[in-house]
């Protein structure tokens, strides 16, 4: 299954796992401690982040761990890069407004 990445970074609960998985490889029953939903729903959110080649599985015995790939992130952020003018643009009207504002 390949799953677009912008579609998997839609769903919040895949987005807190991509942070929790900032800080190391973590085991499916740890990241699925972190949710209020059931291990095969939080299998189900990792199985689409391996879909769109952000995360990695790695089996070691009965358990399964789960690996961070940015690879993906680089490439949007890299896509973003030159909209980034328009939204600097935009904060500095907000910026010279809430200044006005309060001022």
């Known amino acids: 299954?390949?799953?677009?990445?912008?579609?998997?970074?839609?769903?919040?609960?895949?987005?807190?796992?991509?942070?929790?998985?900032?800080?190391?490889?973590?085991?499916?029953?740890?990241?699925?401690?972190?949710?209020?939903?059931?291990?095969?729903?939080?299998?189900?959110?990792?199985?689409?982040?391996?879909?769109?080649g952000l995360v990695r599985e790695e089996p070691r015995g009965r358990h399964r761990y789960y690996h961070l790939q940015a690879q993906p992130l680089a490439e949007i952020g890299q896509w973003l890069h030159p909209y980034e003018h328009f939204w600097r643009g935009r904060l500095r009207s907000l910026r010279d407004t809430l200044d006005e504002e309060f001022s």
């Not at 970074?9 to 973590?26: K, S």
């Not at 499916?28 to 291990?39: C, I, K, Q």
């Open 1 to 52: 299954m390949t799953t677009d990445v912008f579609s998997a970074l839609a769903n919040p609960v895949r987005r807190q796992l991509l942070d929790a998985l900032r800080e190391g490889p973590r085991a499916a029953g740890e990241l699925a401690g972190l949710f209020s939903l059931s291990r095969p729903a939080v299998s189900e959110h990792l199985q689409v982040l391996r879909g769109a």
